[in-house]
Nanobody, 123 residues
Framework: VQLQASGGGLVQAGGSLRLSCASS????????MGWFRQAPGKEREFVAS????????SAADSLKGRFTISRDNAKNTVYLQMNSLTPEDTAVYYC?????????????????WGPGTEVTVSS
């Protein structure tokens, strides 16, 4: 499966962004989907994930209430709605597809990755 994330950019603190990730090349509904992020000088970390059907989601505890993952299986696309952004949310955001444990938060459960989209939050 090929993944292409979009929607990143520069936003002021307190603002919102919605990231999109379009999938192609394989059956979208056979994959759980996830978002991860990597800030400068830090390891890649789990943001959120969603079950194949879209019927269940999981998010990092620190981001619950601000970040929401969703998917549109008819459009082969997964989204990440990000609200109340802070400079600490500045990172490259990656979408990923996997068939492993969908809610583990582990990169090992996601075998396919897109190239990432950069989000910069200014103070």
């Amino acid at each position: 499966v090929q993944l292409q994330a979009s929607g990143g950019g520069l936003v002021q603190a307190g603002g919102s962004l919605r990231l999109s990730c379009a999938s192609s090349g394989d059956t979208f509904t056979s994959y759980h989907m996830g978002w991860f992020r990597q800030a400068p000088g830090k390891e890649r970390e789990f943001v959120a994930s969603i079950y194949r059907s879209g019927g269940a989601t999981s998010a990092a505890d620190s981001l619950k209430g601000r970040f929401t993952i969703s998917r549109d299986n008819a459009k082969n696309t997964v989204y990440l709605q990000m609200n109340s952004l802070t400079p600490e949310d500045t990172a490259v955001y990656y979408c990923a597809a996997g068939r492993g444990s969908w809610a583990s938060g582990s990169r090992r459960d996601f075998g396919s990755w897109g190239p990432g989209t950069e989000v910069t939050v200014s103070s």
